[in-house]
Nanobody, 128 residues
Framework: QVLLVESGGGLVQPGDSLRLSCATS????????IAWFRQAPGKEREGLAYISRDHGNTYYADSVKGRFTISRDDAKKTVYLQMESLKPEDTAVYYC?????????????????????WGQGTQVTVSS
């Protein structure tokens, strides 16, 4: 059974950093492409970043490029999202997602329709 469990969310101040974790089980991590999404109240779920299954290539949405970093620890079966210089507009529920495949083009990897498995989400609130 494929299982994804996010953790690491919380309340932080603008400019702070936070690292989210996505613990995986039920599959071999390096066989799956893993992504991070977020959803703010009243907004669509937004793709932020993904890490490919083959060589660990990464791709980021423009909204987080340069501030967020996705990484993968195959031994720990965990994918991370390091977030720097957080802003109030980063407030959302953050989700990790997985699918067993390789994205056909970079932008496609940020589409929620691509992903088969989802975690339950972790809340990140950025407020002073």
């Amino acid at each position: 059974q494929v299982l994804l469990v996010e953790s690491g969310g919380g309340l932080v101040q603008p400019g702070d950093s936070l690292r989210l974790s996505c613990a995986t089980s039920g599959f071999t991590l390096d066989s799956y492409t893993i992504a991070w999404f977020r959803q703010a109240p009243g907004k669509e779920r937004e793709g932020l970043a993904y890490i490919s299954r083959d060589h660990g290539n990464t791709y980021y949405a423009d909204s987080v490029k340069g501030r967020f970093t996705i990484s993968r620890d195959d031994a720990k079966k965990t994918v991370y999202l390091q977030m720097e210089s957080l802003k109030p507009e980063d407030t959302a529920v953050y989700y990790c997602a997985a699918f067993r495949g390789t994205v056909v083009n970079q932008a496609a990897g940020l589409l929620k329709s691509v992903y088969d498995y989802w975690g339950q989400g972790t809340q990140v609130t950025v407020s002073s």
